[in-house]
């Protein structure tokens, strides 16, 4: 979050929002969309909807048809294509369902690269392997590890530098329950330490309860969903459930 002239600059912020593919469907119509410094929010919507494409507007990665993109006050689709990869390289963080974690570097190599795109200490990437849970297996290489281990690096990679906006998309789409529990309760954590705004797009209600808010993507828009509180109840059932086991 920036600070100017005493106001306080969100995060992230949608105006305007408008998308559609040729000239048919339309995907994103008017959406408008604030997020400040530390929300963390879950977006949820039916397959094809607009939810991978939303994040590729934000991204800067795909261009709105009208509307703008602001992160930290600055409109993503006024820079140049050199200007938009700094922006991306400085200001965002990235966790895949894939994990796209390099399986020919070790993890701390992984977790280096946003620092050594940086030019910052990489010395804080073994820090940040520590505070995920995997200190002192930074020599070892993805092979060695499970699945919820290399979403932890994916992670830990994504907000080592410290970014504005993390974005991820289904993070825990490849992860069997118990294990996308943890992870999912180590995002949260982590992506609050760090004061990071956090989107999650994720069809599973169950690691969509973890967030400050729940919205619905529909109708080229974005909606609260109502049942957020059900949600949340849900998931603490089910956490208590598989604490007491």
Do not use: W
């Not at 399986?103 to 795109?117: D, F, G, K, Y």
């Amino acid at each position: 979050m920036a600070l100017r002239n005493d106001i306080v600059v969100p995060a992230l912020e949608c105006r305007g929002l408008s998308k559609r593919y040729g000239t048919g469907r339309i995907v994103l119509d008017q959406l408008d969309f604030t997020l400040a410094a530390g929300e963390f929010v879950a977006i949820m919507g039916d397959s094809g909807v607009g939810k991978s494409t939303l994040l590729n507007l934000i991204a800067g990665l795909d261009r709105a048809d009208s509307g703008c993109v602001l992160i930290d006050g600055r409109a993503v689709e006024q820079l140049d294509d050199n200007a938009a990869t700094r922006l991306r390289r400085q200001k965002l963080g990235f966790v895949f369902q894939a994990f796209h974690v390099l399986p020919h570097l070790t993890l701390a190599q992984n977790v280096s690269l946003p620092l050594l795109l940086n030019d910052l200490p990489i010395a804080a990437a073994l820090d940040m392997l520590a505070e995920v849970g995997l200190g002192g297996r930074g020599d070892d290489f993805p092979r060695q590890l499970s699945g919820g281990e290399l979403q932890r690096v994916a992670i830990a990679r994504a907000l080592v530098h410290r970014p504005t906006l993390l974005l991820a998309d289904e993070p825990t789409g490849n992860l069997d329950p118990t294990t996308a529990h943890d992870v999912l309760a180590l995002f949260r954590a982590q992506s609050k330490a760090t004061g990071a705004a956090t989107i999650m797009v994720t069809h599973s209600e169950a690691a969509a309860a973890v967030a400050d808010r729940v919205l619905i993507l529909s109708d080229g828009g974005l909606h609260a969903a109502r049942d957020k509180t059900a949600n949340v109840a849900a998931h603490a059932a089910a956490r208590s459930t598989d604490d007491g086991r």
